[in-house]
T-cell receptor
């Protein structure tokens, strides 16, 4: 039982490049989330989804897009990476009203 | 505006003694509070939670206290063990699917 798996674990991009972060969960959770963690700022919600085919904006959605085409997968896209998007990205999933389960993160550096 | 605040970035405690981590919130609508623990290079893991209808919840060595009038919660760990060294995040929500996280407190247990 893998839980929440994030791919890739590390990535270095140049400013202006695009990429997609993949999150997969095998717990049949309805809800999925993308967060970023920056020094001194805790975890901030980027986008989330309450079910297949649905997405919603979180606290810091600008510069990111998401898709939830399958219940088990939640993709986070950066269309044109900026240095301000250098961060550690965490995916999480949960049943409604239950604690969230997190992946181990993707460390992304934008040069 | 930081709705969930952890004012102590770090805390050092002797092994065997009690660790007390504090968290303050400003939004009186919050009705569910959680503590997560995070080791380096791993995702946060759920530790313990409390509903606003309670003022205490206990799970083994971990106890969370909620003071609604002061908008304050605390996590007590007793006795503290070396494996408790980690970053602790408190989080809160108000009946929806989104969590608001604090900035974290790094706990170091001194052998």
């Amino acid at each position: 039982n893998a839980g929440v798996t994030q791919t890739p674990k590390f990535r270095v991009l140049k400013t202006g490049q695009s990429m997609t972060l993949l999150c997969a969960q095998d717990m049949n959770h309805e809800y999925m989330y993308w967060y970023r963690q920056d020094p001194g700022m805790g975890l901030r919600l980027i986008h989330y989804s309450v079910g297949e085919g649905t997405t919603a904006k979180g606290e810091v959605p600008d510069g990111y897009n998401v898709s939830r085409l399958k219940k088990q997968n939640f993709l986070l896209g950066l269309e044109s990476a900026a240095p301000s998007q250098t961060s550690v990205y965490f995916c999480a999933s949960s049943y409604p009203g239950q604690p969230q389960h997190f992946g181990d993160g993707t460390r992304l550096s934008i040069l | 505006d930081q709705q969930v605040k952890q004012n102590s970035p770090s805390l050092s405690v002797q092994e065997g003694r009690i660790s007390i981590l504090n968290c303050d919130y400003t939004n009186s609508m919050f009705d569910y509070f959680l503590w997560y623990k995070k080791y380096p290079a791993e995702g946060p893991t759920f530790l313990i939670s409390i509903s606003s209808i309670k003022d205490k919840n206990e799970d083994g060595r971990f106890t969370v206290f909620l003071n609604k009038s002061a908008k304050h919660l605390s996590l007590h760990i007793v006795p503290s063990q070396p494996g408790d060294s980690a970053v602790y995040f408190c989080a809160a929500n108000f009946g929806n699917e989104k969590l608001t996280f604090g900035t974290g407190t790094r706990l170091t247990i001194i052998p």
